[in-house]
């Protein structure tokens, strides 16, 4: 039998034979490396765990300066450790407890070390220092930071707007809404919302004199930030935001019009309610429901007419919670001849528990005339043709022929 050399004319036996031998000592060598890189990183994994044991049972004591800084400071492994236990009791600590690790973080030098790495290091090693700088929570972190949101790979740049955010300092919101409003933050907008709200969350306030001079996105961006902190004080700069020609920031002031004051909520979440565009009418009506007052029931009663099926059943839905004006609005509503109006509010009575109570009422023989039969009478009827008519959304018609 002629081997596999020599069935190829002209064929180099020795040459052969030095590939194949070349390829035998590159796969040994390839799985030596594999072995030892294994090894070396079980190895590690075992030195982990056993100087984390031993931190994590003094870390008090190094933190209180009872155990000298040179018995760690030198081993980055140690480093490491030691950090990472401060950050997170940082993320739970009371705002004295905070500054106290904080100053250990800046006596110790892991503040400046952690900067180094951010300056220096590349991919995700670079990536998990810049959230590491951010949850400290320092203002040292804001520069180095900033320095990043232009980096050109994406997942540094959504790294560093995220470290900013965990930093909850307002002063670090500040170079994340400069760079978006001129245009040189390529970060989808969630993790920017994201941050920003954890950025102005103890000082909503703050975050007004960026909105007063916002324009185009940044200004949507700003509204809808605004809304999710919204606070009482804010109910004037929400009352301008409701006029805006946009319609984005007319349905983040709507959100944040539940918190202001009655006399200024409720004018402006009723022009809301009418407004040209479906979600910014939505938003309100959404608003109008927690702000749960007697004397929204107008606005509700406008908008459980609305040609929006979404809008119609949240209206619905809140009016069936003033269990005490049902008969009232019920009356409204069959007074109207809208039979999408009236089989939301069915819908909304059945989910809620309130529809036998209402037809309870109804029957009282206490309560027997002619108006009372006739809002019984509809009650049913409606309730019958509920889910067997099913008419086309969004047109208006009415209950009755």
Not at 76 to 81: G, H, L, S
Not at 100 to 126: N, T
Not at 308 to 313: A, G, T
Request: proline fraction near 5%; include cysteine.
């Amino acid at each position: 039998m002629n081997s596999v050399p020599n069935s190829f004319p002209n064929f180099n036996a020795g040459f052969f034979w030095t590939v194949a031998a070349v390829a035998m000592l590159g796969v040994g060598m390839l799985l030596v490396f594999l072995m030892g890189r294994r090894v070396i990183h079980s190895f590690r994994i075992r030195r982990y765990d056993e100087l984390a044991f031993k931190i994590h049972n003094q870390w008090r004591e190094i933190v209180r300066g009872g155990v000298p800084m040179e018995t760690w400071r030198k081993d980055p492994m140690q480093c490491e450790i030691v950090q990472s236990i401060v950050i997170e009791e940082i993320g739970a600590a009371t705002d004295k407890d905070r500054a106290g690790l904080q100053d250990f973080l800046r006596a110790s030098g892991l503040i400046g070390l952690c900067i180094e790495k951010v300056k220096e290091r590349h991919g995700w090693s670079r990536r998990r220092a810049i959230l590491a700088l951010g949850a400290m929570r320092v203002p040292e972190a804001i520069a180095p930071l900033s320095e990043v949101l232009g980096d050109w790979q994406l997942e540094t740049r959504v790294a560093a707007v995220q470290a900013l955010g965990r930093t909850g300092l307002a002063e670090a919101a500040e170079p994340i809404i400069e760079a978006f409003m001129v245009g040189g933050l390529k970060v989808p907008l969630d993790p920017v919302t994201n941050a920003l709200v954890r950025c102005y969350l103890d000082r909503p306030a703050a975050i007004l004199p960026f909105l007063r001079r916002s324009q185009g996105e940044s200004r949507e961006l700003l509204a809808r930030v605004a809304s999710e902190l919204a606070t009482a004080e804010m109910a004037d700069e929400m009352i301008v935001l409701a006029e805006d020609p946009r319609a984005e920031v007319r349905a983040a002031a709507a959100k944040a019009l539940s918190l202001a004051p009655l006399p200024l909520a409720i004018p402006a979440l009723g022009d809301l309610a009418r407004d040209e565009v479906w979600f910014v009418r939505l938003r309100a009506v959404i608003a109008v429901g927690e702000i749960r007052h007697p004397r929204t029931i107008p606005i509700l009663l406008e908008a459980v007419r609305d040609p929006n099926r979404l809008i119609r059943m949240r209206a619905a839905c809140t009016l069936a919670r003033f269990e005490h004006r049902r008969i009232e609005i019920l009356q409204n509503i069959v007074d109207s001849r809208d039979r999408y109006a009236l089989h939301a509010l069915i819908s909304a009575l059945e989910l809620g528990g309130g529809f036998d109570q209402t037809l309870k009422e109804l029957s009282d023989p206490l309560l027997h005339d002619e108006t009372a039969e006739r809002l019984l009478a509809a009650l049913r009827e409606g309730a019958a043709g509920l889910w067997a008519t099913r008419p086309a959304d969004p047109v208006v018609e009415s209950v009755f022929p």
